[in-house]
């Protein structure tokens, strides 16, 4: 990431962003949570890429070079956190559960007025307790470092519907499939069938927020039918796909 912005302070602050938009590589001295009120907010890092709708944040660590892109209309809300202040103890970009109290605690933190006033500082201790409950969650695209498990992964990148076995991947990107088995647990943590659907999701997401149909995104991003993609999705997000633009 080039040109890499210093910001002595994590801003807290709601801001709009147009799809597409883009927030450029920067790293601050603080934490900070970054919550999409609408739409989806990607955050990419040297470690690879989160991505987060209504009912997730991402917890970016002080000092973590990160950048932010919009996925459609996108109500970012930005709350910055001391280096002495970790709730969850976090030294890495993390994907956090958001519960309804959790996001209205984000929405008025980090929308009202900045005066360090008594109640405000009641709220934010309500939000730190909030925090400390928030589950992490697996909403992330890792980045592999290998050139054999990079050649997959470039490729599914790009057409995220290949159907392809991971030997059938391997065979046409020069690498066997135990190898390449072992550097998708080694290098991204997760299975191939796991990194797969993780992928499809960071795309049905992006989709979604363009207003994409239901079925076309399903189909664009390789399941096998409308109903099994609505499955994957309500069990990773909480809700449905036809609701993703609906939401609060």
Same mark, same amino acid.
Request: glycine share 8%; with cysteine.
């Given at each position: ?133 928030? /589950?992490?969650? #697996?909403?992330? $695209?890792? &980045?592999? +470092? ?8 470039? %490729?599914? *990148? =790009?057409?995220?519907?290949? /159907?392809?076995? #991971?030997?059938? $991947?391997? &065979?046409? +990107? ?8 072992? %550097?998708? *647990? =080694? ?62």
């Amino acid at each position: 990431m080039p040109d890499i912005r210093h910001l002595p302070e994590a801003p807290t602050r709601a801001q709009s962003m147009a799809p597409g938009e883009e927030v450029d590589a920067h790293r601050h001295d603080g934490h900070q949570i970054v919550y999409a009120g609408s739409g989806v907010v990607a955050v990419t890092t040297d470690a690879g890429t989160c991505f987060a709708p209504g009912t997730r944040a991402i917890w970016v660590p002080a000092g973590c070079v990160h950048a932010h892109r919009a996925y459609g209309h996108l109500a970012l809300h930005l709350l910055g956190l001391e280096p002495d202040t970790n709730p969850l103890g976090l030294g890495s970009p993390t994907v956090l559960a958001v519960s309804p109290l959790l996001r209205e605690l984000i929405l008025a933190y980090t929308g009202g007025p900045h005066d360090e006033t008594p109640e405000r500082r009641r709220l934010r201790a309500v939000l730190l307790d909030q925090l400390r409950a928030s /589950p992490q969650q #697996l909403v992330q $695209l890792p &980045s592999p +470092t290998d050139p054999r498990l990079a050649a997959v992964c470039d %490729l599914l *990148r =790009r057409h995220p519907d290949d /159907p392809r076995t #991971l030997a059938e $991947l391997g &065979s046409a +990107t020069g690498g066997s499939e135990r190898t390449l088995s072992r %550097l998708f *647990r =080694r290098e991204l943590g997760m299975t191939f069938p796991q990194w797969r659907t993780q992928l499809r999701l960071y795309h049905a997401l992006r989709m979604l927020a363009g207003d994409m149909p239901v079925t076309a995104v399903a189909h664009r991003c390789g399941w096998a039918s409308t109903s099994a993609f609505i499955d994957v999705f309500r069990r990773a997000f909480g809700y449905t796909p036809g609701a993703h633009n609906r939401r609060p």
